[in-house]
């Protein structure tokens, strides 16, 4: 039994090398077979331009050919927090990147430790372009730490802008010292060309209690209109299912309503979030596929890979004991 033990653990430090080498690439492939509609990874060359600082550059390829940009937040909101106190310009800065320590696998990350925002410099990314029906529902991954002492200048979006037209929020933070995050999950009536408010339907969940603090964690959400139902996953676990009892048989994205790829913007900027990785894709991952996400984010295999590793380390034993 203790030679097993050598043979697995050595199996899983291979693993956790080779998982390192893949983190050195694109990103892109993070979950086999599928293309998402944007996929943000520090851990790539591709996705972090050490020499312009600033820059982040998107890894998609075609699909967007423009930068993402880390800019300082602005302090118009100032008062909304510190009212009566002067501004304070060392609470203001660019977001930071550091070559490693985010989670088990050690992978380099953005630190966001002043107030400031990443954003889109040029394009919009959205789930509605182009539009389609029937809607699937959609799904998005990503590797962040909360600070326990995070803070938002003005009500903002983490994975999305807040303030577009149809707001499909990752996670959503109002304004202040403490945080209480939320997400949502909206869509139009596609039968009706210029919809209102009277088409959307709107569904907000509280997430607050099921995000972690102070520690490295793999969020996902995946919104499942066959469903009927948002589910949301921790570390590779279910942690919380939304149903809802709505009819979306009709119900599209709105074209040109989702900024995807935004977490908070110069008067909606934050303190106290690190991000090294963020994915959106138009469709409905399985608790398989987040898992081979998870793999892929921190290193740990997955079951299936730990089953084969066993096996090998019997097999292995059985031929050293002939």
Known sequence: MRGLRMVIVVGVACFM???????????????SGQVPVLEWDVASSWWWDGDAGTWFIDNTGSLNAGPLKGGVGSTSNWNNLYSGKPVDPELFGLPEYVAGGAGAGDRPYVDMNKYS???????????????????????EIGFFYFASDMAVLENTGIGAAHDTNNQNLFLYAD???????????????????????????CHED???????????????????????EVRYYINDELVFTSPFDFDLTHYVFEGRGDVIGHFGTDGRCLTGMSLSYFAAYNTVLSLDEITESYAYLTGIPEPATMTLLALGGLALLRRRGR
């Open 206 to 228: 509280v997430v607050n209690v099921y995000i972690p603090r102070d520690a490295w964690v793999q969020l996902a959400k995946v919104f499942d209109v066959a469903a009927s």
């Open 175 to 201: 304004k202040g010292l403490t945080i209480t995050f939320k997400s949502w999950t909206e869509m139009v009536d596609g039968r009706v060309s210029n919809p209102t408010n009277d088409n959307r339907w």
């Open 117 to 139: 925002y990443i954003g889109v410099e040029s394009q919009r990314y959205e789930f509605g372009n182009p539009v389609f029906s029937p809607a699937v529902g959609y799904t």
């Open 17 to 31: 090398a080779a998982s390192a080498t893949a983190a050195s690439g694109t990103g892109v492939g993070a979950v």
